[in-house]
């Protein structure tokens, strides 16, 4: 059973960079059917979608975070990570890595890791 | 920034039914698949339906899915207590490029 699970710091500074690693398991991250993702969701807002990979390493970003955001893969490692930079406290959230089809199905999750920014 | 509008909440008593509407547009829904979440309280998201009305294994078929020009629906009959969650539909975006969620709906139990 394919599972996914974040890690990275709990509490990150403002101007700084985020960087957190999603750990797949149960399955490799080269399928072909599948994208890698990361998605967040602020305290008490809505999911927001920051990006996604493909194994080969072809990425597509949000636009309206893509000149901060970078989603690189290494697949020795069966995982793949975030880094957003220049952080501040609106980027507080519940971050989760997740799976999704080409069709946009994101059908395994992991069980999200909180950011704070904060000084 | 959501550009899928979902109802804040709705509710219903145990065993009745409810839905939940996804309204997009052209550039979203009109032209692209959409899916749909159940998110627990304190826990992520979990894949519902897929492209348009799929539901994956072990999803009981209480749940349905529905689109018809540029908006979506989610069905849930036969209401439990532990459907009390949030619902959020998704869709690609191609004027944006974008994954785009909705602005999520707390479904309550009464």
Known sequence: QLQLQESGPGLVKPSETL?????????????????????RQPPGQ?????????YSGTTYYNPFLKSRVTISVDTSRNQF?????SVTAADTSVY???RHTTHGAMDVWGQGTTVTVSS | QSVLTQPPSVS??????????CSG???????NYV????????????????????????????FSGSKSGTSATLGITGLQTGDEADYHCATWDSSL??????????????
């Open chain 1, 96 to 98: 989760y890595c997740m």
């Open chain 1, 19 to 39: 960087s957190l690693t999603c750990i797949v398991s149960g399955g490799s991250i080269s399928s072909s059917s599948y994208y890698w993702a990361w998605v």
């Open chain 1, 46 to 54: 809505g999911l927001q979608w920051i990006g996604s990979i493909y």
């Open chain 2, 25 to 31: 547009s052209s550039s979203n829904i009109g032209n």
């Open chain 2, 12 to 21: 219903a008593a145990p065993g009745q039914k409810v839905t939940i509407s």
């Open chain 2, 35 to 62: 899916s749909w979440y159940q998110q627990l309280p304190g826990t992520a998201p979990k894949l519902l339906i897929y492209e348009n009305d799929k539901r994956p294994s072990g999803i009981p078929d209480r």
């Open chain 1, 81 to 85: 990570s975030l880094k957003l930079n």
């Open chain 2, 97 to 110: 490029s974008a994954h785009v969620f909705g602005t999520g709906t707390k479904v309550t139990v009464l």
